[in-house]
């Protein structure tokens, strides 16, 4: 089965924490966190249109400038959500520049600001000077992006301030049979995209022409097979408390991949508290008790540097337990 998602971690685990998702059947992508981004190419970045920040630690928010740069001239709006006070971070960046000559640039910012049950929001356009404007408040239900076969949700947890947790999820994947498209003499193309969309909006009524010949929805649709759409979660910077752990279990589970900090060794499980991180071991459980289809250990602290394998190891141990 062709997956929906390609991610890939942009830094290495010693290095600023994030993720790079390309939406392959969209042809854009999305992006968690925003640590430095100088390996990503401007292509890279000018597919992504949502953003997603689990705080603004300088290393989880520096590369915003890189990306803004790059992004200056992109037509397609660019969408950024964080914890509360997000706004206000976005503007003390945006002010922080002089502006007097991109008028007749097209960037339109939107960025929403996750509050406990708000979303508040507020837009910022190059045409005036990235002066803030305000947008009506919305409920927040976990959700945070939602369109016709995914969506991402939020978590709100504890690093002495509010810190987003991330999950990606497909809500089913559909493959075409191609045996069976070759019994039926049906030949690969657009058309394909057109049933697959029709399929997820249940528009039964479609006509498709292929060949220049029609087909009716129920004459083309056990072409398509249904399955387990995929399922990214993305945790860092976090205390290994319990509740912090529920909130976690939950979103992640299912997950196919969970990308999660392991930026403590167990044996410093106390300054992993003082500090408000995870810990390897905590990490390695919260995966086995979400269910999740792999570990990805990243965020590492420097103290590490001369045997990362420890942190990978007491992870992948207690993920692989039997309990």
Sequence with gaps: MKPSFHSRLINKPFEDPGLYVRVLREGCALMFDLGFTTNLSARDILKTNDIFVSHTHVDHFIGFDNVLRICLKKENPLRLYGPKGFIDCIEGKLRSYTWNLIG?????????????????????????????????????????????????????????????AFSLEEDYHINIDKDKLNRMDLPVGPWLGELKAAIRENITDRLFTVNGKAFTFIELKNIANIARGQKITYVVDVLGSDENIKKIIQLAKGSDVLYIETYFSDKDKDRARDRYHLTSKEAGMIAREAGVGRLEAIHFSPRYTDEPEELIREAEEEFKKLV
């Design 104 to 164: 007749d640039y097209p960037l339109v910012i939107y960025i929403s600001e996750i509050d406990n049950n708000s979303i508040k929001r507020a837009a910022f356009k190059a045409k005036n000077s990235f002066k803030r404007e305000n947008m009506e408040t919305l409920p927040y239900n976990a959700v945070l992006l939602e369109n016709s076969f995914s969506k991402v949700s939020a978590a709100i947890l504890d690093h002495q301030i509010p810190c987003l």
